[in-house]
């Protein structure tokens, strides 16, 4: 207790014991600790007001470049929620009051509102941090973030510039993850998104401000043409559009007495073989249906259709299980029918 441990390397020359060194603190990357330190509590407290009071931290990286911070939490974030975190960690940074610290009595911090970290051992005495003021709910008019730290932060939170979270995610059960940048990397890296944005428009040929809209009518468009593409696939393996659409249904044959349609079609995606199979059924009324999709690879995915009359007397995925053998191939799941 009481000694601090400076890690360093010798870029020149050699440490011995009880050598005079000097100490020099790196002053740019210092201020850079202390904006992404100084973030992190806002952050949390940002977590309960937004989350709830259950948040608790659990761990936390703060970097020169970069910050993390890891909480109690069930489920993951919903967009609107993370915006409303990072909106009211940047309205005390604009604040931009001054950072108080105080050493106290532990238990003296604790009756004070002082929020301590689960598990953490601390002294008689704490260093309490207080930043900025609460600007809504039951806490309106007091700080706004109160904890027990005895790190380094900045001298006024305007000094943290801006707040940025730009991802997060679960890294155990129960426990999820922010990650953020502050000051000059959040500009950095609000400005290649607006890079990107622009980017993206110019090649939609709208005003960024557009570029959502027209984003989505492209991918309402891509789906509809999906959709027809997949219908014409289906009708061309059942016997071509024109029988489809006169209600004939597709060419098969009776082998040992039992309606058969058997077809091997390319240019079908796997996941789109069974519907084509439902298809099959309806059109032939009673029988079994065989499709053997082929790829470009080389690969064949087989899918194996039985009417319901013929469920007691064919299993589908019987069935599916000696093509796959015939084929080189596994398989043997799915449907009964």
Do not use: W
């Amino acid at each position: 207790d009481g000694v601090f441990v400076h890690l360093g390397r010798v870029s020149s020359g050699t440490v011995t014991v009880g050598a005079a060194v000097a100490l020099k603190v790196d002053g740019g990357r210092r201020a850079m600790i202390r904006a992404n330190h100084s973030a992190t509590h806002l952050l949390h407290e940002a977590l309960r007001e937004v989350l709830g009071t259950h948040v608790a931290q659990k761990g936390s990286l703060v970097a020169p470049d970069r910050l993390r911070f890891d909480f109690s939490h069930p489920k993951p974030i919903v967009a609107g929620e993370l915006d409303r975190i990072e909106r009211l960690a940047n309205e005390v940074v604009r604040q931009n009051e001054k950072v108080t610290t105080r050493l106290m009595a532990v238990d003296d911090a604790i009756a004070e509102g002082a929020m301590a970290l689960f598990g953490e051992k601390y002294g008689d005495e704490v260093r309490v941090v207080r930043m900025g003021t609460a600007l809504h709910g039951d806490k309106a008019g007091k700080p706004y973030s109160v904890e027990l730290c005895g790190g380094t932060h900045v001298a006024a939170t305007g000094d943290i510039g801006l707040v940025r979270v730009v991802s997060e995610g679960a890294v155990a059960a129960g426990v999820r993850r922010i990650e953020a940048l502050t000051g000059a990397a959040a500009l950095s890296h609000l400005d290649e998104q607006e890079r990107r944005l622009k980017a993206v428009a110019a090649a939609l040929k709208v005003s960024p401000a557009e570029a959502a809209g027209r984003l989505e009518a492209v991918l309402d468009e891509r789906r509809k043409l999906e959709r027809e593409l997949a219908d014409a696939r289906r009708k061309l393996a059942l016997g071509g559009a024109a029988a489809s659409a006169e209600g004939q249904a597709p060419e098969g044959e009776t082998v040992a007495g039992v309606g058969f349609i058997g077809k091997v079609v390319a240019g079908i995606p796997a996941k789109e073989l069974k519907s084509l199979a439902d298809a099959g059924k309806k059109s032939l009324g009673s029988g079994v249906v065989v499709f053997v999709g082929t790829a470009e690879d080389g690969k064949a995915s087989v899918v194996v259709g039985v009417t319901e009359d013929l469920a007691g007397r064919f299993a589908a995925v019987e069935l599916v299980r000696v093509a796959a053998a015939a084929s080189g191939g596994q398989g043997g799941g799915g449907r009964p029918d």
